[in-house]
């Protein structure tokens, strides 16, 4: 079926360090991405998002990548701090709804723990 | 802008009452989103509307699950009877439009039915 999925669940890594996420779909459908921060007892927070037209997409300590040809979406993290500690989900929306928030199907997450 | 604000926080209630979640998105937002989070089934989306309007209410488990916006400020996600498997934490988001742009999520409510 179509879905979203995350290698890892859980991710520990020692503050400084890159951190690195990763994420798999299911649909080559899909032409939108998101990455979203989850922070304990808060809601999703946007970090970023890709198109499908790009394999890479740069922000402020973070990058994100996408391969098409193995329908992988990877998150990372630069010098991670203690505050980059969370849940982090990927979302993907399918080319059939238009790229439209409304049909954002969302990964089950992958938490990041960061050890000072 | 303070953000979507979403009310109660928390909510404990006995199983058969009635609950009632409320959003207030991000003023100007045309679009507005009732998500639900389970450590089961992840984040689900309930239903979204445009300028009020419902326009997907395909992920709303029941008809025990109603919503409404009665207006551009101002949303409800009601649960009448609740059941203990209603147990979760519900999200409201909002957009500014539908379409490869980020949703702003509220801090949730998390719903406990006993």
């Known amino acids: 079926g179509e879905s979203v999925g995350l290698h890892l669940p859980t991710l520990s890594v020692q503050e400084g360090d890159n951190s690195i996420i990763n994420c798999a779909y299911s649909?080559?459908?899909?032409?939108?991405f998101i990455w979203y921060k989850q922070e304990s007892g808060k809601g999703p927070q946007f970090i970023i998002d890709i198109r499908s037209n790009m394999d890479k997409r740069q922000g402020q300590r973070v990058t994100v990548l996408l391969n098409k040809t193995v329908k992988h979406l990877s998150l990372q993290i630069a010098a991670t701090q203690p505050g980059d500690s969370a849940v982090y989900f990927c979302?993907?929306?399918?080319?059939?709804?238009?790229?439209?928030?409304?049909?954002?199907?969302f990964g089950k997450g992958t938490k990041l723990s960061v050890k000072p | 802008d303070a953000g979507v604000i979403q009310s109660p926080r928390h909510e404990v209630t006995e199983m058969g009452q009635e609950v009632t979640l409320r959003c207030k998105p991000i003023s100007g937002h045309d679009y507005l989103f009732w998500y639900r989070q389970t450590m089961m089934r992840g984040l689900e989306l309930l239903i979204y509307?445009?300028?009020?309007?419902?326009?997907?209410d395909s992920g709303m488990p029941e008809d025990r699950f109603s919503a409404k916006m009665p207006n551009a400020s101002f949303s409800t996600l009601k649960i009448q009877p609740s059941e203990p498997r209603d147990s979760a934490v519900y999200f409201c988001?909002?957009?500014?439009?539908?379409?490869?742009?980020?949703?702003?999520f509220g801090q949730g409510t998390r719903l406990t039915v006993v």
């Open positions: 509307f445009n300028n009020n309007v419902p326009i997907d």
């Open positions: 649909n080559s459908a899909s032409d939108y």
């Open positions: 979302a993907e929306n399918h080319r059939s709804y238009g790229g439209s928030q409304g049909n954002l199907i």
């Open positions: 988001a909002s957009s500014l439009k539908l379409k490869n742009t980020e949703a702003f």
